[in-house]
């Protein structure tokens, strides 16, 4: 049984998580709604204008220039072949690539660059880009453009034996779309709470393993009274007192009464009237609360040997009811039988 503060933060956590189950549900469904439109409906890839050099289309002769164009394609194409025919006085340094972007919605957002070094003065053009996106297992939609101009300058150098140094390539950036970060924040919060779950499902398990019975329960109590009476840790009055709510709330479990809410008399008269306790017992039960109250209530001294001897009479009090319920148990299991 959990305790009401954690019961409330088991409950919270269930609505949370139940929430963000639904969230994905409901994202994939969509995501998945929409690419099925995309199947249904083709939609042509689109691009950004005939590109651009970066950082700046006038470089000197020798220094290196990234050419880059932006293509928004659907979700279900992907990118194809790339052709560069680069002008006279301009050549490749590296292979065309294609980087990916980000994600939009029913939309990637892809970088077409390729890195170029002019080894002519003056104005270059006249170059062409080839690239191609598809659908798989459809026609490809074919792209041609048109390199822009770059206005190649002398190299500004104080040694006639410099040689032309090739700049570093310029970067692009790298972002990722903001659903992977949510994604990433969804997964790590399902794992948190499956892991506190697998905690607390752990640990009532370990409590309901380590759970002792009524019996175990009344006669270990009994034993650590003793024990701390013999260290003097207790008075006697006290241990006595103790003894008697041992004694109840045993009762209370075993013949399912309401023993620690009752007074010595009613508790007395129900045992009177019922026959779960043999005679004997309700004769020890009757003399044992009554001088427990007398010590309670009226202040009466006991010592350690009447405390003593008062336990172990409860001790046999509860194993007679071990006793008699194990008979019970087995009488009710060769009834069956038979």
Request: positive net charge; aromatic residues 8%; hydrophobic residues 40%.
């Amino acid at each position: 049984m959990l305790k009401k503060g954690t019961a409330r933060i088991v409950r919270i956590a269930a609505a949370l998580l139940g929430t963000l189950l639904a969230a994905i549900v409901i994202s994939i469904l969509a995501i998945s709604v929409k690419y099925y439109q995309l199947t249904r409906n083709p939609q042509a890839a689109v691009v950004d204008g005939n590109g651009i050099f970066l950082p700046d289309s006038m470089p000197q002769m020798g220094e290196t220039r990234m050419y880059r164009v932006m293509i928004k394609a659907p979700w279900n194409t992907d990118p194809g072949t790339v052709t560069i025919t680069p002008p006279d006085g301009l050549q490749m340094v590296a292979e065309p690539d294609y980087t990916l972007d980000r994600y939009g919605w029913g939309m990637t957002y892809w970088y077409l660059q390729v890195e170029l070094q002019p080894f002519r003065t003056g104005e270059l053009k006249g170059g062409k880009v080839g690239f191609s996106f598809m659908i798989p297992g459809q026609e490809a939609q074919v792209f041609d453009l048109t390199l822009p101009a770059l206005n190649v300058k002398e190299r500004q150098t104080g040694k006639a034996t410099d040689e032309i140094v090739i700049s570093e390539m310029v970067p692009v950036p790298k972002r990722l779309h903001w659903i992977w970060y949510v994604l990433a924040g969804i997964v790590l919060i399902l794992l948190l709470t499956g892991l506190y779950f697998l905690y607390r499902s752990l640990k009532e398990k370990k409590v309901q393993i380590a759970q002792k019975t009524i019996w175990e329960t009344a006669l270990e109590a009994i034993t650590d009274l003793r024990t701390a009476l013999k260290k003097k840790n207790i008075l006697p009055e006290e241990a006595v007192a103790s003894l008697t709510d041992i004694v109840r709330h045993f009762l209370e479990s075993y013949l399912g009464i309401r023993a620690e809410r009752q007074t010595t008399g009613e508790f007395l008269r129900e045992l009177e009237r019922g026959e779960s306790l043999p005679e004997q017992d309700r004769k020890f039960l009757r003399h044992f609360l009554e001088t427990a109250d007398q010590i309670k209530f009226a202040r009466a001294e006991a010592s350690g040997d009447v405390f003593d001897q008062t336990a172990r009479r409860a001790e046999d009090l509860v194993k007679s009811c071990h006793a008699a319920s194990d008979a019970e148990k087995n009488q009710k299991k060769g009834g069956k039988k038979s």
